[in-house]
């Protein structure tokens, strides 16, 4: 583990009920690639409405749990400390897998391009090695 809660929390200004990484395992050695997770749990709020009847985490949340993670990258580097990610874009998005307490999501984040101060970014999160979610986003850095 490179990043428990804790310390990841002293990187990005996330709070319950909206932080979603539970944990960073690794960062390539080059700088572009991260890897994160997050546990979900029957427990967390949005399964308070989405759905009752049937949990299934919303894709909104597994790709802001996505740019969190790439914003723990990009909040590390020494030029980003103590700035904020916002999205400024998402493409390609595809939803291929249900997410659901229990499930252990893991989540890659690859950046691949920087142009007029916006990060582009492959995004990839799985189950058990099983791709839940994959597609592309976008972020700018900002105070």
């Known amino acids: 583990m490179l990043y428990n809660s804790n310390q990841i929390q002293e990187i990005i200004p996330h709070r319950y009920p909206f932080l979603l990484v539970d944990v960073i395992e690794e960062i390539s050695e080059d700088g572009l690639t991260i890897i994160g997770k997050k546990c979900v749990s029957a427990n967390e709020m949005q399964f308070l409405g989405h759905f009752p009847q049937k949990h299934v985490m919303p894709g909104?949340?597994?790709?802001?749990?996505?740019?969190?993670?790439?914003?723990?990258?990009?909040?590390?580097?020494?030029?980003?400390?103590?700035?904020?990610?916002?999205?400024?874009?998402?493409?390609?998005?595809?939803?291929?897998?249900?997410?659901?307490?229990?499930?252990?999501?893991?989540?890659?984040?690859?950046?691949?391009?920087?142009?007029?101060?916006?990060?582009?970014?492959?995004?990839?999160?799985?189950?058990?090695?099983?791709?839940?979610v994959k597609g592309e986003i976008m972020c700018a850095v900002g105070e």
Do not use: H, W
């Open 60 to 132: 909104v949340l597994i790709v802001e749990a996505l740019a969190q993670t790439g914003c723990v990258l990009l909040l590390s580097k020494e030029e980003n400390k103590g700035k904020i990610g916002f999205f400024a874009g998402i493409n390609k998005m595809r939803f291929k897998r249900q997410v659901i307490p229990g499930d252990v999501l893991t989540m890659k984040v690859t950046l691949t391009n920087q142009r007029a101060g916006i990060y582009f970014a492959d995004v990839e999160a799985s189950v058990e090695g099983q791709i839940a």
